[in-house]
């Protein structure tokens, strides 16, 4: 069984406002202060199948696949080609509206690369790193949701 991290956050909108964020694959770059670029590969913009490259600092990389699309409640991304430690990563975002807005929930599922190396490599940095990233990921999405017109509750 994979290492799992669990994150959430509260963001003052509707789940269809931080959906449309979210879901925008190519805007990730843009609240993301991980990734420093991301682009659409193939065909697809949206939906299941549809995938995005993401180049992110220190000479990382990924390119992520939707693999469940149910707006505005859910959404599911496998990496598929990357050079991170890891390998068999998903992470799925889950938003619940809240009297306050929308509840995002994000499970991060992975294995790790290198077997027991790799596992002294999650205990002692990535899994503390990888964390870190998403908090960094959530605060963005948050800001990014709130500061556009139209998107906060009333």
């Known amino acids: 069984m994979g290492k799992i ?17 979210l879901a925008d694959l190519p805007r990730l770059a843009d609240y993301d202060p991980v990734v420093t670029t991301s682009v659409l590969v193939g065909d697809r913009h ?41 390998r068999d990563l998903t992470h799925t975002y889950t938003l619940e509206e809240t ?10 599922v992975y294995e790790m690369k290198f077997g027991p190396l790799g596992w002294a490599l999650d205990e002692l940095v990535l899994r503390r790193k990888s964390d870190t990233g998403i908090k960094g990921f959530f605060a963005g999405l948050k800001t990014t949701v709130e500061n556009e017109p139209d998107r906060t509750t009333p």
């Open 5 to 21: 991290i669990h994150n959430h956050i509260d963001i003052a909108a509707t789940p269809t406002a931080v959906w449309e964020v």
């Open 46 to 86: 949206e939906g299941v199948g549809a995938r995005r490259r993401c180049d992110a600092k220190q000479g990382r990389y990924f390119i992520e696949e939707v693999t469940e699309w149910a707006p505005p409640s859910r959404l599911q991304f496998s990496i598929i080609e990357c050079n991170l430690p890891t």
């Open 99 to 108: 009297p306050s807005g929308t509840r995002v929930t994000q499970a991060m």
